[in-house]
Structures are given as structure tokens and as C-alpha cells.
């Protein structure tokens, strides 16, 4: 599975990141050759990556060293760590060839985290903020994307940052509600089942035109 850089954050609440980054390739794979026609193939695309995106996944145990890049991921580790993040586990993605994901929880300030590999976008990472009344904030290192999001379930994208930086921007930025309480045990579980949640939103809304030539644009840009 190809994953391109377009896109990230956290969506709904856990795993938003990797729906993304994979969405967005999969667009682009398809709308590049359409470029030259009507506007309203991009509906197509947009479709058909979304119908090709798994619609639930299984997080496999990766060990105690599973990074390839063990100094990248490494270092992003140790910073959520040195937080007071405490680790949930390192994980492999079953439907996602090469993507692993180490989870995190703050059960002191009550954020979730998560540190990615990929074998071509390399690593990012992400915290979020969960709260009582169901809305989420999610602070993320991965750029912005061209698609829409759920109002209550905001992105905020610093590329570049820090955990450090992240995490005091999180804090400075948290919600007006209670934050919800996180257990160790149970991030996994939310993990998975966030994904779900934001899969079949996303599959029931669909991709517009509009999002799909946003992402063309980003993909312009950055060539």
C-alpha cells in the first residue's frame, strides 16, 4: 500500500492519519491521468479510492524494535515519553503492507498518541484530545490535505514540529469540554475502532469535485 504525503491528521479521534495519506494517494494515482477532461471525473476518482479503502483494521503486535528507521522513530518515541506519554504498544497495520504505528497515552493530561512509519512517507506523528461531549481536537505533524472533515473533530497541522512544540500547542489549545479519561488498556481498541467510525463516514459522505481538484493543486504545487 502507497501512502503519498498530501494529507494526515487524526479523523474523528485515532487513526485518521493513515486513512488519509491513503485516500489522498489513491486519488491522485487516478485523477492525474484526467487532468486533460471534465471536471466531473474527478467524482470517479474520489470514489473509487474510497471504495478501495478497507473498511476496518487489524492491529497485529511489531515487537519491542520494529522501526526501520529506529533513530527517526526513535527520537519521536523518546520525546512523547519524556511527556509522560506512556506506551500502548507497537503495532502493525494487517491491511496496510509496511505501516506501523506505535500507540500512546497520556492518562495524567488525558491524550491519546500515536508515532507512524511508512516505508515511503517516512514518520509523523500525532496527539488528540478526546472529550465528553464526543468532539475531538487533533494536533498533527503531517501537512494539510484537500479533503473535509467532520466540524466537531478539528486538525491542527504543524509540520516539523517537535514533540515538545506539539505538545504545548496542544495543551495551550485544549477544548472547552472535559477531556476524556484514557486507559492504557484500551487505546488499541480505539485505535481500531476510530478507524471504522471515520471510514464509514467518509464512505457515506463520498469525495466531492471540490476536494479532489484541492488535492490536484497540492499535488501541482509540490511537483
Keep these: 500500500m502507497s501512502i503519498l504525503p498530501l494529507a494526515g491528521a487524526f479523523v474523528a479521534a485515532f487513526l485518521g492519519t493513515l486513512f488519509v495519506f491513503d485516500v489522498a494517494r ?4 487516478l485523477a492525474l491521468p484526467l487532468f486533460a477532461l471534465k471536471r466531473s471525473r ?13 473498511d476496518q483494521i487489524t492491529l497485529l503486535p511489531a515487537g ?3 522501526w526501520s ?8 518515541v523518546l520525546g512523547l515519553e519524556r511527556l509522560g506519554f506512556r506506551s500502548a ?4 497495520i494487517e491491511q496496510m503492507l509496511g505501516v506501523l504505528a506505535q500507540l500512546f497515552a497520556h492518562p495524567e493530561e488525558h491524550f491519546l498518541g500515536v508515532v507512524y512509519e511508512h516505508p515511503q512517507t517516512g514518520h509523523w506523528f500525532d496527539v488528540v484530545e ?7 481536537t487533533t494536533w498533527t505533524t503531517a501537512p494539510e490535505s484537500g479533503l473535509a472533515r467532520r466540524a466537531e473533530h478539528p486538525h491542527v497541522h504543524e509540520p516539523g514540529a517537535t514533540p515538545e512544540a506539539l505538545f504545548a500547542r496542544a495543551l495551550r489549545e485544549r477544548g472547552p469540554a472535559p477531556a476524556e479519561a484514557i486507559r492504557i488498556a484500551e487505546v488499541e481498541a480505539i485505535f481500531e475502532r476510530e478507524y471504522a467510525e471515520e471510514t464509514a463516514w467518509r464512505k457515506n459522505r463520498g469525495v466531492s469535485r471540490e476536494e479532489v481538484q484541492r488535492i490536484e493543486r497540492d499535488v501541482l504545487r509540490a511537483a
Design 64 to 66: 519491542a524494535e520494529p
Design 130 to 136: 478526546r472529550r465528553s461531549d464526543g468532539s475531538s
Design 69 to 76: 528507521d529506529r533513530a527517526a522513530a526513535g527520537r519521536l
Design 26 to 29: 489513491r486519488l491522485v494515482k
Design 89 to 92: 504498544g507497537a503495532f502493525a
Design 42 to 54: 474527478y467524482e470517479i476518482a474520489g470514489g473509487h479510492g474510497l471504495g478501495m479503502q478497507p
